[in-house]
Each structure stands twice: as C-alpha cells, then as structure tokens.
T-cell receptor, first 117, second 110 residues
Framework: GAVVSQHPSRVICKSGTSVKIECRSL??????MFWYRQFPKQSLMLMAT?????????EQGVEKDKFLINHASLTLSTLTVTSAHPEDSSFYIC?????????????FGPGTRLTVT | EDKVVQSPLSLVVHEGDTVTLNCSYE??????LLWYKQEKKAPTFLFML??SGIEKKSGRLSSILDKKELFSILNITATQTGDSAVYLC??????????WGAGTKLIIKP
C-alpha cells in the first residue's frame, strides 16, 4: 500500500524556537495533505488542510501564523511550529488521500512527537 | 454539524471474548466511514465502508455499515491481548476530510 513518511519522528526543542516537520508521500502524489494534532488520551484533531500550490486551510482556533504550512510539491508538505511553547508539545500526524486509488484511502504518517522544554 | 460518536468510551474484557464497538454519525456529505486501530503511534487502517449491509472482514475483525440508521459496528472475535488499543471511527466527507470519533479504548486482559 501507499506510504507516507514523517520526519523527524521525535524532536525536543526549547521555548521560543521553531521546529519544522516534514510529511512526504513516497509512492503517490498528494495534492492534499492533512495535519492533525493529538494530545495524550485524546482523539486526533484536524489542524489544517494543506493544498499543493495554494494556501493551507486552517481549522477554527488554529493560528496560521504559528503553524506555518507549506505544500511545495505533490509529495511534500511541511508544518513549522514557530515560537514554540510547552503547550505546543503534542503528537503531530499528517495524512494524505491517494486519489489515484479507487478507495481514496487516507494514509497516515507515523507521527512526530514534539516536546517543547 | 457533522459529528461521530463512539461507544463505549472504554471496554475491558478477557482474552477470547467477543467485542462489539459502536460508531454513530451525522454528516452532510458522506463519502465513507473508516475504522482505525491506534496504539502508541499513528492510526493504522482497518476498514473502509461505503455501502450499507456489506460486511467487511479481515481475520477476526469485521465491520458493517447501516446508512439508514447512520451507524457502524466493529466486531472482534476471540480477542487477544494484542488487540488492546484505541479503536477510532472516522467519517470521510466529500472533501476527503476525516471527522473523528473520540475512540473506544479496548483493554484485553489475559
């Protein structure tokens, strides 16, 4: 099946710094990618929809200037957490639907665990 | 407003038992309903359901969708400790966005 990778898998950063998380579709083209955030013992929360070649669409309550999304190619979307705070510590997961498949299945990256100290 | 409600929120059973997890939903533009299993990482795909009444089966897991009553169930027979996880139900809308339920935390005791 299709594969989505994320990098890094874990990152620890200091308050005030920025962190970039990459999401790649390895064997299919993804014009759309989704970014989720998951706090411990909670379900996934959609943060934004990343669209190749255009601006991302953010969900209500998600600060677009804090969570910068760039979808520069059909296989890569990046999420940059700017001026990170400890409350940004979370598990960030990306997913991409493979529209080339009959099932339009969404494939998830393995996630990035961000810890802000 | 689109929503997905899963029940129960948590469930503890013994190995060998059969469990049924429930997912009810309300959605404006339905594309499909999906079940995922999540352990200590990103969710892994179990089933995608698009049509009513057609059971999807994979080993000890099976699932079915009722589009008239707006619910789906996930059955696991002969449970094993490795089935312990959070099971997530999600709706995919016409824009490929997923609307997630809160999940059912399943614990299988040996």
């Amino acid at each position: 099946g299709a594969v989505v990778s994320q990098h890094p898998s874990r990152v620890i950063c200091k308050s005030g710094t920025s962190v970039k998380i990459e999401c790649r579709s390895l064997d299919f083209q993804a014009t759309t990618m989704f970014w989720y955030r998951q706090f411990p013992k909670q379900s996934l929360m959609l943060m934004a929809t990343s669209n190749e070649g255009s601006k991302a669409t953010y969900e209500q309550g998600v600060e677009k200037d804090k969570f910068l999304i760039n979808h520069a190619s059909l296989t890569l979307s990046t999420l940059t957490v700017t001026s990170a705070h400890p409350e940004d510590s979370s598990f960030y997961i990306c997913s991409a639907p493979d529209r080339g498949s009959a099932l339009y299945e969404q494939y998830f990256g393995p996630g990035t665990r961000l810890t802000v100290t | 407003e689109d929503k997905v409600v899963q029940s129960p929120l948590s469930l503890v059973v013994h190995e060998g038992d059969t469990v049924t997890l429930n997912c009810s939903y309300e959605v404006t533009n339905f594309r499909s309903l999906l079940w995922y299993k999540q352990e200590k990482k990103a969710p892994t795909f179990l089933f995608m359901l698009t049509s009513s009444g057609i059971e999807k089966k994979s080993g000890r897991l099976s699932s079915i969708l009722d589009k008239k009553e707006l619910f789906s169930i996930l059955n696991i027979t002969a449970t094993q400790t490795g089935d312990s996880a959070v099971y997530l139900c999600a709706l995919m809308d016409s824009n490929y966005q997923l609307i997630w339920g809160a999940g059912t935390k399943l614990i299988i005791k040996p």
